[in-house]
């Protein structure tokens, strides 16, 4: 409606009870879910946004390597820096 009316925003805004800014933020956001804008849609964003979390997640709950080297007895730690020297 905004750019098949050819009326400025403010106009536009007031008739339609709103403010200019979020006819712009509209707008804007017509043109990314459109394909018209290079950035994420929002389904794009929300997916983006699980995947962070389960990472996070996953990488919450995996050891950290210092933490399985201190759980091995201390001779399996000899014979892997043994085993890890000879395969230079």
């Known amino acids: 409606m905004l750019r098949s009316s050819g009326r400025p925003v403010p106009q536009l805004a007031s008739e339609l ?3 200019p800014q979020s006819l712009r933020n509209w707008s804007a956001q017509l043109d990314v879910e459109q394909g018209k804008a ?4 929002s389904s794009e964003r929300e997916q983006l946004r699980r995947l962070r979390r ?3 997640a996953a990488q919450a709950l ?3 390597a210092a933490t399985v080297r201190r759980a ?3 001779r399996n730690r000899r014979r892997r ?3 890890g020297a000879h395969e230079m």
Do not use: G, H, N, Q
């Open 54 to 56: 389960k990472t996070y």
């Open 17 to 19: 009870d709103v403010s």
């Open 62 to 64: 995996s050891p950290s």
């Open 81 to 83: 820096r043994i085993a």
């Open 38 to 41: 290079d950035v994420l849609t």
């Open 72 to 74: 091995l007895p201390k």
